[in-house]
Structures are given as structure tokens and as C-alpha cells.
T-cell receptor, first 116, second 114 residues
Framework: DTAVSQTPKYLVTQMGNDKSIKCEQNLGHDTMYWYKQDSKKFLKIMFS???????INETVPNRFSPKSPDKAHLNLHINSLELGDSAVYFC???????????????FGPGTRLTVL | QQQVKQSPQSLIVQKGGISIINCAYENTAFDYFPWYQQFPGKGPALLIAIRPDVSEKKEGRFTISFNKSAKQFSLHIMDSQPGDSATYFC?????????????FGSGTQLTVLP
């Protein structure tokens, strides 16, 4: 029943490895996002996709590559993991622009990534 | 560059008291101001949101006060309850084409004592 789901919930890996986080939403939304929450709980947007098209790409290292196979899925692949990548990564979704006044973003439960 | 500044970083309130969290923004292009609530181990969830042409919005015990000229807005939680203990984030939305970008404040850890 979870509206926005992410897998895995926890990810522990060594420096230099490549890992992926998957996100799915069953809300019928057109727009999906990836956020990073650091150890101080600061939340910052990384990417946004609207109808599978990348529309927001913040200053994120090229090692991070989002992929949206369809409107309901947005995956995040991270190459050559570094210690500084340790954080909680949240996926979110919202209705497309123009559908309502404020397009509430619904967040997933997060994936805690620990790089050793 | 922190476009949305939030204070205090932490707040302790007695049950039944009023919790007040303040935010200030710089970019006048922001067109919506939501507040999100986050419990430990969970994702943020929308609490209440306000447009910049409205000075106040109330939903139950939660009220946003908005001062456009001062570029400040605040969240008031009346009759605070232990179940309100969480981290609160103010945010500001900027719309550009099909993009809807949220910029978050740094968060306030609220503890309501029983």
C-alpha cells in the first residue's frame, strides 16, 4: 500500500563499489525526484524527472546517474562510491505541473547508504 | 548558498505549549511555502503550505504566518503534544517551466515534553 517505495532500505558497501537504489510510486504521478539528506538532516534535491524527462539536475557528481524507465519508476545508480556519499537518499513524487496549486511532494521511506 | 534560513535548530516545549519555528528566504521568485514534518526513520510528509499572497493559513493546531515584505514565514503549533516531536522543515518552491524545485531549510528538531 506504500505510495512511494524504495529498495533497499539500508545499503552498506565499500568505497569504489557501484550500487543502485530503486524507487517506485503507485500514485499515478508524472514527476519524480531524488533528494539527499546528510548527517545534519539537510535535505537537498539532486534530480527531477517529469514524464521520464530529466528536468532538474543539480550540481551532482557525474558518478550519480538517474534512470526513469517509465513514469512510475526512478532509479539512482552510483558509481565509484566515496565516503562522502554516505547519507539517506529519498525518492519523492508529485503530480505534474499545472494540475493543482501546490503539487505536494510525497516522499518514500528513504535508503540509508553507508560507504565504508 | 542557503536560500532558506530556519531557526531555531532545536526546540523543547512543554505539553500544551506553543511551538514557533521561523524561516526567512531571499529569492522573491519562490511561489509556494510548504512545511514538512519528519519522524525518525521516515520520509518527510507535508504538514501545511501557503501561497505568498496569503498572510496566514490555519489547519487544526498548525498555523503558518507569512510576511511577504519581510520575506519571512513561521509555523506555530498550538497545544503542542508529545506526538508532535519530530523534525520540521520549512521549504520554498520555485516553478520554472515544468520544473518544481523545493529548497529546504535546515530543519528544527522539536521535542514536546509530557
Amino acid at each position: 500500500d506504500t505510495a512511494v517505495s524504495q529498495t533497499p532500505k539500508y545499503l552498506v558497501t565499500q568505497m569504489g563499489n557501484d550500487k543502485s537504489i530503486k524507487c517506485e510510486q503507485n500514485l499515478g504521478h508524472d514527476t519524480m525526484y531524488w533528494y539527499k539528506q546528510d548527517s545534519k538532516k539537510f535535505l537537498k534535491i539532486m534530480f527531477s524527472y517529469n514524464n521520464k524527462e530529466l528536468i532538474i539536475n543539480e550540481t551532482v557528481p557525474n558518478r550519480f546517474s538517474p534512470k526513469s524507465p517509465d513514469k512510475a519508476h526512478l532509479n539512482l545508480h552510483i558509481n565509484s562510491l566515496e565516503l562522502g556519499d554516505s547519507a539517506v537518499y529519498f525518492c519523492a513524487s508529485s503530480q505534474g505541473p499545472g494540475t493543482s496549486d501546490y503539487n505536494e511532494q510525497f516522499f518514500g521511506p528513504g535508503t540509508r547508504l553507508t560507504v565504508l | 548558498q542557503q536560500q532558506v534560513k530556519q531557526s531555531p535548530q532545536s526546540l523543547i516545549v512543554q505539553k500544551g505549549g506553543i511551538s514557533i519555528i521561523n524561516c526567512a528566504y531571499e529569492n522573491t521568485a519562490f511561489d509556494y511555502f510548504p512545511w514538512y514534518q519528519q519522524f525518525p526513520g521516515k520520509g518527510p510528509a507535508l504538514l501545511i503550505a501557503i501561497r505568498p499572497d496569503v498572510s496566514e493559513k490555519k489547519e487544526g493546531r498548525f498555523t503558518i504566518s507569512f510576511n511577504k515584505s519581510a520575506k519571512q514565514f513561521s509555523l506555530h503549533i498550538m497545544d503542542s503534544q508529545p506526538g508532535d516531536s519530530a523534525t520540521y522543515f520549512c521549504a520554498a518552491l520555485i516553478s520554472s517551466g515544468s520544473a518544481r524545485q523545493l529548497t529546504f531549510g535546515s530543519g528544527t528538531q522539536l521535542t514536546v515534553l509530557p
